[in-house]
């Protein structure tokens, strides 16, 4: 048997590759996780792009120079265990490859969960590292495996924003503006913000996407890129940048007078990516969610933490997938030509916003 792997040119995206890999015996208290099912969206491209400054290609490191396996979230199942704690059979969410299967090493196995203990990620963040035993995991609904894959992880970071913002006075601004309107993350965190009072929900989108942004009614108005001048100059404003593109940045800077922070959250204009240096205004500062996690399980506690977000997502999910309107459907995806195609798609911004892409590699 074999595992097959996408291996993407770190230093030019859409080049690709299919790599097969021979599986190899387990070692003492390694498992072996068929992937079973992931969720491709603008977020990982995100992590592509910042893969070398935010230590992304470091997750599974595929040991070919300039190759990196691109990490996504979802949902596997253990297929071979050398773990005395951990069963063929369980179910896992968590952090995978573009794989057909992973090698993981659980270590600090607690009955809810485990991390992967691998040398390579004894340094990177926890978060990452964490795998979910669905059985006891209070997010989990077997019907709900495709909306958690595609949401779940954008929705914690939407949360976490909307959470970071509040922790800080809004920077005492009142505007907020989001670029990439149409992103999960972005409307994830219109979504929290609207349930705030006192703030104005700004929109930043393409002229493609407006009409399905201003649909979601989670902002309280939308704006095409090419419409910054309908911004009032002393408003202000916190910017929300989930685009990365350097030339609106610049644009929002320059033309907001009163801007009292620049939020660099994500990449989804890869193309468009540029230094944020010598920018009118403050700083551009990259916004690290584990870093708002850390501080508020210090805060609250883990189990108030919890409580929080799983509220929080219950709700987020509920109107998401509800009748009569859904903001998102799901399209599946199998085996590597699929997933080579859905990629190049998403890559290339060509995706129909109200569409979220759950793939395998197994056909």
Known sequence: MS????????????????????????????????????????????????????????????????????????FGEVVRSAHPDVCVGERLYGYYPMASSVL??????????????????SSLHPVYNQYLRTALDPFHTPQSEDIQALLRPLFITSWLIDDFLADNDFFGASTLLLSSASSKTAYGTAFQLMQRTGLEVVG????????????????????????????????SCVYVDFAGNADLRRAIHTRVANLKHSCSVGGTHVEQLGSAKDLPGPRATLFFAPAQVKKRVADWGADEFNRRMVAAWRA????????????LSVAHGRGSDAVLSTYAQVLAGRGDPRIGHVLSMQT
Request: hydrophobic content about 40%; some cysteine; proline content about 6%.
């Open 316 to 327: 987020f999910a509920t109107q998401v997938s509800g009748a009569p309107s859904p903001w």
């Open 204 to 235: 930043l989108t393409s002229p493609a996407n407006k009409a399905f942004c201003e649909s979601l009614g989670c902002y309280s108005r939308v704006l095409g890129y090419g419409e910054l001048d309908r911004l009032a100059p002393g408003a």
């Open 104 to 121: 993981l090493t659980p270590k600090r196995v607690k009955a809810e969960s485990f991390s992967d203990g691998a040398a390579h990620r």
């Open 3 to 74: 595992t097959t792997q996408l291996l993407v040119r770190k230093d030019h995206l859409p080049t690709t590759r299919l790599r097969e890999v021979a599986d190899a015996a387990l070692r003492d208290g390694q498992i072996e996780v068929r992937i079973d099912a992931f969720a491709l969206t603008s977020n990982n491209i995100t992590y592509a792009a910042f893969g070398d400054a935010m230590d992304y290609w470091r997750f599974f490191p595929t040991d070919e120079e300039g190759w990196g396996m691109i990490p996504v979230w979802g």
